[in-house]
Each structure stands twice: as C-alpha cells, then as structure tokens.
C-alpha cells in the first residue's frame, strides 16, 4: 500500500443517475436512468458465451481512478430507509486505496452523506474478488456486490457481500433472484474486516455459485432455482440506516468520518488465465 497519506478527490463528468433502494432485512431496489448497453461477450470461455454476455477480464488496483470503468453515485439517496446522499466528494484515492466515507452533513433532505462507485459495463460468469478493509459503527453497510434489475429491462438479480460494521468480525453473503432473497448466511472473517485487508470473492458459474472469504470456501450455492442468470454491473457502497435496525442494528451518529477502503478489484471471465499471483482463479477450478 502506498505510504503517502495524500487524499486525491475525484472530479467526474458522468452525469447518469442512479438510485437504489435498499431491503428490509437486506432489500435493495436501484432505479437508474440511461444506462449502456450490453459490452461484448468477447472474452468468455466459448461454452459459456452464448449463455451471458460479459465485458473482458480486469484488475484495478486504484493507482488511478479509470472513468472509462466507473461511475460515481451522485446526488440522490436510495430510499426513506437510508439516511445519506451519494455524494461524489465521499469517493476519492487514499493511501494507495480507493476510499469510500460516510460523514454528517445536511443535505434537502439527509443528514448524513456517504459513497458508492459502480462499473458502466456487465459482467456475467466468472470471478468475482475485491480485497478492502472497513470501519466500524452501528447501522453501517460496507458492501461490494453485483447487481441488475428493472431499470436495466432485466431482472433483478443480485450477488452480494455485505459488511454490517456494527459486527465486524462477520461479512454476509446472499443473492437476489429475480428479487427474492436466498442463500443469506454470515461467515466468519478472522480477525475482523476493520483490522486490516481481507480478500473477498464469488465464483460465479452456470450450475454453481461459490463464496470465499481470504481464499476460504464459505458458501456454496448449486440450485438452479438460486442461481443468478443476467449480466450484472460491480458496486462499492458505505451507506447507513436509522430504519433497518433488525438488520443492521441501531444507528448512531458516529461523530467522525467512516471510511470503507478498497486496494484491489478483478473480474476473471471464465476459461481466462487468472491476472495476479493471489487471485481465486489462479487456485480454485472452475467448471468446463
């Protein structure tokens, strides 16, 4: 990790609105306008290809902030439920990360603003993984997930790992299919997902889903039923909530900034070399 502390902000010119809604217990709904067409299925493995377009293999380790990739949530919130507004000055390049924060400051009709990046192109079968460190603080989401759904003209389908910091010794992972909820569990995380830097990822094939925490299988999904089927776009997110209490416990106002900080994310489409010494494709065999 580079040791310069020096905060670069991020000036983008995306001017693409996007809203999601978050779900009681784990709900989320985005409605987002203008979004791009399907990328070329180039790069998936040929068996696969006519199955679920996706955009090529990457890596971003964040040494620059790649608008050609992202895009930074803006000036809405996604529902009465959250109690901040995406706000473009909450994403920024920070000690060799990409960091996401959450602070106190009034907006129309928020109290609080935090951060959320998301990819303009789809990704469909193959692996998944993001190494990111978080805070902590009751009532707190730090999430790195994928996700499709209506305002797309596609289902909403949805892979998640979410990071309730009101406990950060567990990440929770699920899935949305077609908006239904499956496969929730609570994983363990050694050590705690604020101590340091821990390796998140999902392999994610025709007939099975698999999650790792630090190379470590911790769910694996193999229903058909359960499965999701469409292309989907990568999220970052910090976002907090006053409402969903069950879930994510009682909100309190932290009295600070909190920040959520992402050294790496990859995406390696089935049947590709893996990009990266520790990546998930490099040791884990994925389907033909």
């Given at each position: 990790m580079n040791a310069d502390p020096k905060t670069i902000s991020i000036v983008v010119a995306d001017a693409t609105p996007s809203m999601r809604s978050n779900r009681q217990g784990s709900l989320w709904q985005l409605c987002m306008a203008g979004a791009l067409l399907l990328a070329a299925a180039a790069t998936v493995h040929p068996a696969h290809a006519q199955d679920l377009p996706s955009a090529p293999s990457f890596v971003d380790d964040f040494t620059k902030f790649d608008q050609s990739r992202w895009y930074i949530s803006d000036g809405w919130s996604n529902g009465p439920h959250q109690n901040c507004t995406w706000s473009k000055s909450l994403v920024s390049l920070s000690d060799g990360a990409l960091t996401l924060g959450f602070e106190k400051r009034q907006t129309k009709d928020r109290a609080f603003a935090c951060g959320e990046i998301q990819t303009k192109k789809r990704y469909g079968y193959g692996t998944y993984e993001a190494r990111m460190k978080t805070d902590t603080g009751s009532g707190l989401n730090a999430a790195f997930f994928s996700y499709i759904g209506p305002q797309d003209k596609q289902p909403w389908d949805e892979i998640d790992f979410e990071v309730l910091t009101k406990d950060t010794s567990k990440v929770q992972v699920n899935?949305?299919?077609?908006g239904k909820p499956k496969n929730e569990k609570l994983a363990d995380v050694e050590g705690g997902t604020d101590k340091g830097f821990n390796d998140y990822g999902f392999v994610w094939e025709k007939e099975r889903l698999r999650f790792y925490v630090n190379g470590k299988l911790v769910?694996?999904?193999t229903n058909p039923a359960e499965l999701p089927t469409h292309s989907q776009k990568i999220f970052f997110s910090l976002w907090g909530s006053e409402k969903l209490t069950s879930w994510m416990g009682p909100f309190s106002d932290p009295g600070r900034k909190v920040t959520m900080q992402v050294e790496r994310?990859?995406?390696?489409?089935?049947?590709?070399?893996c990009q990266f010494p520790e990546s998930l494709a490099c040791s884990i065999s994925n389907s033909n």
């Open positions: 899935t949305y299919i077609s769910q694996e999904v994310v990859a995406f390696t489409a089935l049947g590709q070399p």
